[in-house]
């Protein structure tokens, strides 16, 4: 398979710092839902284990997370071997079902090195899940990204990662009729213990639904919990091409997005958000750099998850 993916280009020094003519909202079939941003509280857990050799990203990653009691959250990892690398890439839809969608399978068998990734953990269908969005690099050292088929991924080498999660709630998909896709949704397991919102800090779960700006949601996730300061740890989704800060601008309806390093402070203006992303567009190629603020709509859905500090 050619190489799909390259560093993003910057833009002539008289580029404009936005297009007018670049659609930054898109129709989805059924009816918008009212709560534009679903999140919920527990207390914090965090983990730092190996990804085994031989294992399924899938199975690695939930293993380890069902023996420490997380629940539901979110593992980063960085410079990770495969031996076996399937992935999907963003794509356009092919009728008027959905606003957007994936490629077909592609497969590379060995030579592949993961530059760093992110990957949500909950539950499909009652069984572990894990979605994953990653950037890499191939045997021939071009880079490019997409959406990880944790199944058919092989760990080639072991490898540490850090998760972050809480113990009594998960992110359980669902039917989602706004956007037509079966999605995660935070899901409380169990009751949340009133002792335990005293004990440390918090983990939140969220999803952040379409056409809401990236950054000013996550803003919003944590002022509905009173979090005056959080790092962004889980950052699974997709937005509507990108606006970044130093003035680029990306016309693709369709990406995949994670975030490289986020967080949120409490400034004289309020909460403000800062977002370093790595997003891929249906070409595979691999943009970088921080989102403007209250310029990138969400596509589909984006699956958050904030530690508390």
């Not at 833009?11 to 710092?17: N, T």
């Not at 009816?31 to 190996?50: K, M, N």
């Amino acid at each position: 398979m050619p190489s799909l993916a390259h560093a993003a280009p910057r833009p002539p020094a008289d580029s404009p710092a936005r297009l007018s003519d670049f659609a930054r909202s898109v129709r989805h079939p059924g009816p918008p839902e009212p709560e534009r941003v679903v999140s919920l509280a527990g207390q914090a857990r965090a983990l730092e284990f190996t990804l085994e050799a031989g294992r399924s990203l899938r199975d690695a990653i939930s293993i380890a997370l069902a023996a420490a009691g997380i629940e539901g959250g979110t593992v980063r990892f960085e410079n990770l071997a495969v031996s076996a690398h399937h992935f999907l890439m963003p794509a356009l839809p092919v009728d008027d079902q959905h606003a957007a969608f994936y490629s077909a399978p592609h497969a590379i068998e060995e030579g592949t090195v993961i530059e760093y990734a992110c990957a949500t953990y909950g539950r499909r269908d009652g069984e572990p899940f894990v979605h994953c969005h990653a950037i890499w690099r191939g045997r021939d050292g071009q880079r490019q990204g997409g959406h990880l088929m944790t199944d058919q991924t092989i760990i080639g080498a072991a490898c540490i990662a850090r998760a972050w999660g809480v113990g009594n709630a998960t992110m359980a998909t669902r039917y989602d009729p706004e956007t037509n896709f079966t999605l995660f949704y935070p899901t409380r397991l169990a009751p949340e213990d009133d002792t335990a919102k005293e004990a440390g800090a918090r983990v939140i779960l969220a999803r952040i639904r379409p056409d809401q700006d990236l950054t000013t949601a996550v803003e919003q996730a944590c002022r509905a919990h009173g979090i005056e300061n959080a790092i962004v740890r889980g950052s699974v989704g997709s937005i509507i091409g990108a606006e970044f800060e130093d003035g680029r601008v990306l016309e693709d309806r369709a990406t995949e997005i994670l975030v490289r390093a986020g967080e949120v402070v409490t400034s004289a203006d309020g909460l403000r958000a800062r977002l370093d992303i790595g997003l891929v567009n249906p070409e595979g190629k691999v943009w970088e750099g921080v989102l403007a603020r209250g310029r990138n709509p969400v596509l589909i859905c984006f699956e958050l998850v904030l530690e508390e500090q």
